[in-house]
């Protein structure tokens, strides 16, 4: 196989933020889709020169099509992952992986089953700013790590969204949509399982009804700590704390404070549904621009016993025990490459992916511990959720 057949189910907006890499990789070929929406499908085919589906199981039943691409809401990943391994195909599935450890877990086991590849992504974990971090870390040049801080303040709560993304039970709030982005992020670094989670979670607007903010203590297997704190209510900007870049990697101006509040405060609910459908595939979405920076999740220090590490969109600030050290890090060719590199090696070169199905599966089980610590206020060990939903 010299180029990876790839279908996509879901022509969202994960689809476009994504395309780039995608048209930019030399082994991968956009083979047909799937959508709920016909005017999509054609555009798809016009743009593409191949199929759009009006049906899931025609495109996984299209023998020419090697692997397909999930990008659909959160609450359909885990049954359309299942099915597209059963019918013999690799799996690349936005994050998070699904919304319950349980279906993490059928995911996984349906990929060790079928002999296919499923790897978990995009997250902030593949960044490259983290891989590089996660290199110097596992170097042990600056010592063994002791921990990561890691905040993010942002307007998550308050840009256009499906009911659903405001339903914590299908899958919305911040946990399960950026808490995923943060773990993975703090895991890649340590390098270490994490022993466990003591979390505050918490709605403050009765008008975006899920879960807008949380901070989190995580411990690690090797005695390594993590300090987590999100807030998606549109108040502080902590690209503040990055040089103003956003977290796509464009330069961002902070005269633009409140617009997605002010945004948001003249639509209807109807209007915000198809805002939020506007910003898609074949509904006037447009492919992000070359950014001049790597993509990011907030501010992130990793503590080691020698160095401080600032990870940065434009590279690693090393605070050292005597010197400062600023390590550069080129500009991104195409957003989200990574991703695809990744998903590609594992398919065509046999070459295992970090964040595979069990990844996925170990993410979610510390959202739900976050979410069940919040709750008890209580510690919580995520390694049990795993074993208790059959993995």
């Given at each position: 196989m010299t180029a990876l057949q790839l279908g996509v189910i879901g022509l969202g907006r994960g689809f476009m933020l994504t395309l780039p890499a995608l048209l930019r990789h030399p082994r991968i070929e956009l083979a047909g889709a799937f959508d709920l929406r016909p005017g999509a499908l054609?555009?798809?085919?016009?743009?593409?020169?191949?199929?759009?589906?009006?049906?899931?199981?025609?495109?996984?039943?299209?023998?020419?099509?090697?692997?397909?691409?999930?990008?659909?809401?959160?609450?359909?990943?885990?049954?359309?992952?299942?099915?597209?391994l059963r019918a013999g195909k690799h799996v690349l599935v936005e994050k998070p992986m699904a919304t319950t450890v349980a279906d993490c877990a059928a995911m996984a086991a349906a990929a060790r089953d079928s002999g296919r590849v499923l790897v978990v992504g995009p997250s902030h974990g593949f960044d490259e700013q983290v891989r590089r971090g996660a290199e110097l870390v596992a170097s042990g040049c600056f010592g063994s790590v002791r921990l990561v801080t890691a905040l993010n303040f942002t307007d998550f709560m308050f840009r256009p969204r499906r009911a659903e993304e405001l339903d914590s039970s299908r899958g919305g709030g911040v946990v399960y949509s950026q808490a995923a982005h943060q773990i993975d992020v703090v895991r890649r670094l340590v390098g270490q399982p994490v022993a466990s989670v003591r979390a505050m979670a918490a709605n403050w607007d009765a008008t975006r009804p899920s879960e807008g903010a949380y901070t989190a203590l995580l411990s690690f297997a090797g005695g390594a700590t993590a300090t987590l704190t999100y807030s998606g209510y549109a108040h502080y900007d902590s690209d503040e704390l990055v040089g103003w870049v956003s977290e796509l990697g464009e330069p961002k101006d902070p005269a633009r404070y409140g617009e997605a509040r002010r945004l948001l405060a003249t639509l209807s609910a109807g209007d915000e549904q198809r805002a939020k459908l506007a910003r898609t595939f074949g509904a006037g979405g447009t492919l992000p621009n070359a950014a001049p920076h790597h993509e990011h999740f907030g501010f992130i220090l990793v503590s080691c016993e020698r160095a401080d590490l600032k990870l940065l969109p434009t590279g690693i600030e090393v605070y050292g025990d005597a010197t400062r050290e600023f390590i550069p890090i080129d500009p991104p060719e195409v957003p989200r490459a990574a991703v695809i590199e990744e998903f590609a090696d594992a398919v065509l070169d046999s070459r295992p992916p970090i964040h595979d199905g069990k990844w996925g599966l170990d993410t979610m089980a510390c959202c739900t511990a976050l979410l069940q610590s919040s709750r008890l206020a209580a510690d919580v060990d995520p390694r049990p959720l795993t074993i208790a939903s059959g993995e």
């Open positions: 054609a555009r798809f085919a016009e743009e593409f020169g191949r199929p759009g589906y009006a049906e899931m199981n025609t495109l996984l039943a299209d023998p020419t099509i090697d692997a397909v691409y999930i990008a659909t809401p959160h609450e359909y990943h885990a049954t359309q992952t299942i099915a597209a």
